[in-house]
């Protein structure tokens, strides 16, 4: 379970998120969506523990995490391969430059070809589409078994058969327990995959389930506190009917 109370996080004068407070059970799949600017990465990134929060707490209990950034965190002009860059996933096990034994080159293998990336293992990652680093992150995720997983929109560049493909992975994570927290901006997504939902707008407006926390009303509200001062380049929010 992730405990949150009071939690705020300010990037030097701006408060860019406060006043959340809740928990986030075991085997929860949750949505996290807002207007540009409205808090979404910064509570991924304050449960992750990549940012510090000014008041309040993020407890974990311990769980281990995956974080996937957004792909413009990512530096792709490092010089590795696709196959290189899933190896990290097992970093837990071997450490960051360890040794990679028949068996783990098997579950690269594997992770490749569940995201359809086995064609391309030995491409450097800066030849990729964005569609293919995608795939190729969400592939380092497979192996690294992680109890919390932290996506900041995961299906980026991605058509709508690769993000059901995608989806399903996530279907297959809750029956195993791992808890799933996911910043998007497509409602369609959310509505399809996510049976609960979480919509911050500088602060938490609603967090529940999926079909009663997205009335236009609340999208409404959330588009109104989207002021200039509140932009961190978060994408836009999409509105499906």
Known sequence: MIEIHQLCVRYGDLVALSDVEGTIANGTSLAVVGPNGGGKSTLLKAIA????????????????????PQQSAVDRNVPITVSDLV?????????????????????????????????????????L??????????????????????????????????????????????????????????????????PQTLVVAGRPLAWGATDEVLTPQLVASAFAFATAEHQHAEPHLHVHP
Request: net charge neutral; hydrophobic share 50%; charged share 25%.
């Open 49 to 68: 523990g990549v940012v510090k929060p000014c008041a309040g707490y993020v407890h974990t209990n311990g769980a281990r995490m995956a974080y996937l």
């Open 129 to 194: 589409s964005a569609g293919q680093l995608q795939r190729a992150l969400f592939a380092r995720l497979l192996l690294d078994e992680a109890e919390i997983v932290l996506l900041d929109e995961p299906f980026t560049a991605m058509d709508a058969a690769t993000s059901a493909q995608l989806a399903a992975l996530f279907a297959e994570w809750r029956t195993q327990g791992r808890t799933i927290i996911a910043a998007l901006h497509d409602l369609g997504e959310v509505r399809e995959y996510f």
């Open 87 to 127: 190896s990290f996933g097992l970093w837990r096990e071997t450490g960051w430059f360890g040794a990679i034994d028949r068996a783990r080159r098997g579950r690269i293998d594997d992770a490749l070809a569940t995201v359809g990336l086995a064609a391309v293992a030995r491409r450097r990652i800066d030849a």
